[in-house]
């Protein structure tokens, strides 16, 4: 009988990544980016300072490892990515109100992702434009079905898009930070959620029949 190698080392080794990779996303859900140093990563993993150092040469490193595996972008999207793949550049206006209405749900109920973009909009970092690239990616497979669509139509829906995606964007992190009504709607509330979707379906049915 072949006697087992002892694995306690990698194990050690391979649990204490793990540990400091969960302590990013703890951090960001407690202290915000701003929160993001070595002696708070390494005291909510209940580790070692120099093992961050050890394992993945830099703060700024572990930081990235812990982003680039969420995949925010993909998961707030829900079943809009199925509907891109499946499409071949007709009626695309329901693919993108679908979108809109996923990512507005999921970043509402989600504290990391609201981090995430409070982030992307107070500082310029490596981390965070690769985020943005990935945001972009998705888009750029959306828009490219639009594309076919709506051709020689006098419609940017690039534009509209944006506009939409940042009103999303600003309605939840004011509600969520200040809890107040915003226009005299309250998206903490059921009935305020449900008239902002109604209003993304209505911009975009009333931009689709436009052009």
Sequence with gaps: MTKKRYQGVSNDKERSTLKLIDAVGTIIKTKGYTGLTASNISRAAGLSRRLITLYF??????????????????????????????????????????????????????E?????????????????????????????????????????????????????????????LHAKSTDTPFCEIDINKPEGMERIKNAISLILKQAYKNA
């Design 112 to 172: 990391e992702m609201q981090k995430i973009v409070l982030w992307q909009i107070s500082q310029s970092t490596t981390i965070m434009k690769e985020v943005c690239d990935e945001r972009e990616l998705l888009s750029k497979h959306f828009f490219a079905l639009a594309d076919i669509e709506l051709q020689g139509q006098s419609i940017d829906l690039r534009a509209v898009a944006g506009l939409l995606v940042a009103g999303i964007y600003y309605m939840v």
């Design 57 to 110: 040469g830099t703060v700024d490193n572990l930081i990235e490892t812990y982003v680039k595996g969420k995949d925010y972008w993909l998961v707030a999207s829900g079943n809009a990515v199925e509907m891109i793949k499946n499409n071949k550049g007709e009626n695309t206006r329901e693919i993108l109100e679908s979108l809109l209405k996923n990512q507005l749900d999921y970043f509402f109920n989600e």
